[in-house]
């Protein structure tokens, strides 16, 4: 009788220890008793007793999906190759499990048929331009149909956008234009302003007596420093009068022979 006393005690611990399941901090349980829910398990250690409960356990953390590159046609008729990355956490351990049959799969097809719909409601200017604006309104529409699931969507990213081969060169072509324009106008722009400068310029010098001859010196004094240059310039009347006697010979004679030196 001792005997079978044991071997119930013992088969009873052996019981007890295989029906301890422990659930992680960053995990949550959904317990079944006899195939009906029954709760929902915190981090610890929980006793599942065999044939009559069972549990599965549901993953909190933040997950990570990639979807698919997947062609889409955006609203003036570009097919494009687009494909994102999206951020989900579960926030209703319950919800998950009892909701949806695989969250994770369900998830993605959404977010795929929510990115087609997305694109194809915009032109392919403003998919490029508004990325981030597209990929906030693809999160906001996909957070709200899985609500239900008990999936909570953190963030969308769209990551790439692939253009056909020829529409890029398209791009290329409208880009090396709109650069040339802007080179043209910056160089008009140059010129308009070089040119308000010089009348300015020109204007002081013919308000200020005797200004231009010594602006003429000057240059004449910049040019020579050159011994292979030749300068031909012209001499005012003013200097001209000054061959009627020889001392205004002499003075041309120096102020040329200090200008050479």
Known sequence: MLEVIIFLVIAVCIILLCSIRQISEFERGIKFTRGKFHSVLNPGWHIIIPIFQSFSKIDIRVKVIDVPEQDAITKDNVTVKINAVIYYNIFDSKKAMLAVEDYNYAVTQLAQTTMRNMVGS???????????????????????????????????ELKDIALP????????????????????????????EASENLAKAAYELAQAPGALHLRTLSTINDVSSDQSNTII????????????????????ANVVKKTKK
Not at 177 to 192: D, F, S
Not at 240 to 247: E, I, Q
């Open 122 to 156: 915009v032109t392919l200017d403003e998919l490029l331009v508004e990325r981030e604006s597209i990929s906030d309104n693809i999160c906001d529409i996909v957070d709200k149909a899985t609500d239900d699931w008990g999936v909570k969507i953190q963030n969308v």
């Open 165 to 192: 081969a020829d529409m890029q060169r398209v791009i290329a072509k409208v880009a090396e234009a709109e650069r040339e324009k802007m080179a043209v106008i910056t160089k008009a722009q140059g010129e308009l």
């Open 233 to 252: 310039f012209a001499i005012p009347l003013e200097i001209l009068k000054a061959f009627g006697d020889t001392s205004g010979v002499e003075k041309i």
